[in-house]
């Protein structure tokens, strides 16, 4: 029953998609999502939509979030984006430390520490993402990765701000590749770090934890993936861009609640 009492949380990762006109039609789309018991339904979308798509969503059930944020409020970072301009918008959600924002420009488990930090300061709720590289698992050191990229991301947290983020678990390798863990390896893997943040802060907390899995889930893999016992939701990309697959992957979801 633990699982059952985790919040599960659905959250659409829209990349560098979408104009503000479509980026509004989309939104139209998901505008009529129930809310249901226990299920988050969040869309991640690019900076210049946040303001058009929370306007679309104001009496929707569906939550707004960034793909990132900086760790101070102001200063000299050009092009970064503090908490405070997101939380004016109305975002409550963040991404932090997705693959792509390690592989393309610098982000490291130290800054994904800061940003998450700074984040949980201002009242979002951060989706904190962290997984192997293809060559890691395949020399047999995923488990490795998985211990040091949650303790270092979670270094100097509390208790409660651990159970305020989403962990979200992305293989590299599974993401916007076409291929997707297997539901057990899934399983396996948000298990296993589950198990660390028990070790560091106690089982309670890392079973009130939400672990989702973030790697090519769609429509068709989604009841399976969300099956297993410690994946509490799914980060979904490519899938959340259309809004009859991102509807269906809601719906298992909320059936397997």
Same mark, same amino acid.
């Given at each position: 029953?633990?699982?059952?009492?985790?919040?599960?949380?659905?959250?659409?990762?829209?990349?560098?998609?979408?104009?503000?006109?479509?980026?509004?039609? +989309?939104?139209?789309?998901?505008?009529?999502?129930?809310?249901?018991?226990?299920?988050?339904? #969040?869309? $991640?979308?690019?900076?210049?939509?946040?303001?058009?798509? #929370?306007?679309?969503?104001? +009496?929707?059930?569906?939550?707004?979030?960034?793909?990132?944020?900086?760790?101070?409020?102001?200063?000299?970072?050009?092009?970064?984006?503090?908490?405070?301009?997101?939380?004016?918008?109305?975002?409550?959600?963040?991404?932090?430390?997705?693959?792509?924002?390690?592989?393309?420009?610098?982000?490291?488990?130290?800054?994904?520490?800061?940003?998450?930090?700074?984040?949980?300061?201002?009242?979002?709720?951060?989706?904190?993402?962290?997984?192997?590289? +293809?060559?890691?698992?395949?020399?047999?050191?995923?488990?490795?990765?998985?211990?040091?990229?949650?303790?270092?991301?979670?270094?100097?947290?509390?208790? =409660?701000?651990?159970?305020?983020?989403?962990?979200?678990?992305?293989?590299?390798?599974?993401?916007?590749?076409?291929?997707?863990?297997?539901?057990?390896?899934?399983?396996?893997? $948000?298990?296993?770090?589950?198990? #660390?943040?028990?070790?560091?802060?106690?089982?309670?907390?890392?079973?009130?934890?939400?672990?989702?899995?973030?790697?090519?889930?769609?429509?068709?893999?989604?009841?399976?993936?969300?099956?297993?016992?410690?994946?509490?939701?799914?980060?979904?990309?490519?899938?959340?861009?259309?809004? =009859?697959?991102?509807?269906?992957?809601?719906?298992?979801? #909320?059936?397997?609640?």
């Amino acid at each position: 029953m633990k699982k059952q009492s985790r919040k599960v949380v659905i959250a659409g990762n829209w990349k560098m998609n979408k104009t503000r006109p479509e980026a509004a039609e +989309l939104a139209k789309q998901l505008a009529d999502v129930a809310k249901a018991p226990n299920v988050e339904v #969040v869309v $991640c979308v690019p900076f210049t939509n946040l303001e058009t798509v #929370v306007n679309e969503f104001s +009496l929707a059930a569906v939550k707004v979030g960034a793909q990132n944020v900086h760790f101070a409020k102001s200063g000299a970072f050009t092009g970064e984006i503090s908490t405070d301009m997101l939380c004016e918008l109305g975002v409550q959600y963040v991404i932090i430390g997705h693959s792509e924002r390690r592989q393309y420009f610098g982000e490291t488990d130290a800054t994904v520490n800061s940003r998450t930090k700074a984040a949980l300061d201002a009242g979002l709720t951060p989706l904190m993402c962290i997984g192997e590289l +293809l060559e890691e698992r395949e020399a047999g050191i995923t488990e490795e990765v998985l211990a040091r990229q949650t303790k270092l991301a979670f270094a100097g947290f509390t208790a =409660e701000e651990v159970c305020k983020t989403v962990i979200a678990y992305e293989p590299v390798w599974a993401i916007g590749t076409g291929k997707t863990a297997t539901a057990a390896q899934a399983g396996e893997a $948000c298990g296993f770090i589950r198990g #660390v943040v028990a070790k560091l802060y106690g089982a309670d907390v890392a079973d009130a934890v939400t672990i989702q899995y973030g790697g090519s889930m769609n429509a068709q893999n989604a009841a399976e993936l969300l099956a297993q016992e410690d994946v509490d939701g799914g980060l979904i990309g490519g899938a959340s861009l259309v809004a =009859e697959d991102f509807k269906a992957i809601i719906k298992a979801a #909320v059936d397997g609640n």
